[in-house]
Nanobody, 124 residues
């Protein structure tokens, strides 16, 4: 059974940092594009970052220069280092695997195997 488990969320003051992890089990994802999304209360789930198997990376404009996505294929794990956090970054963060190649990488509908999410709360 394929499973993604996010961890590393928490409460942090504005300007602080957190490192999220997404551990995959059930199959290897070294040849897959992995993505991070987030969903704030009352808002739609939105793209944050993605990393392709070859290492090509994309970020949402709102996190460029502050967040860094990376992967360790030996550990079947994807990370996201989040620096200079802002209250607007408060959300539940999810990781997922891209399963559909038609459509935009920025759309949640092309991803699957969603984890349960990890809460990130940034206080002002």
């Amino acid at each position: 059974q394929v499973q993604l488990v996010e961890s590393g969320g928490g409460l942090v003051q504005a300007g602080g940092s957190l490192r999220l992890s997404c551990a995959a089990s059930g199959r290897t994802f070294s040849n897959s594009t992995m993505g991070w999304f987030r969903q704030a209360p009352g808002k739609e789930r939105e793209f944050v970052a993605s990393i392709q198997a070859g290492g090509l990376i994309y970020y949402a404009d709102s996190v460029k220069g502050r967040f860094t996505i990376s992967r360790d294929n030996a550990k079947n794990t994807v990370y996201m280092q989040m620096n200079s956090l802002k209250p607007d970054d408060t959300a539940v963060y999810y990781c997922a695997v891209r399963l559909v190649w038609s459509g935009s990488r920025y759309e949640s509908r092309v991803y699957g195997y969603w984890g349960q999410g990890t809460q990130v709360t940034v206080s002002s």
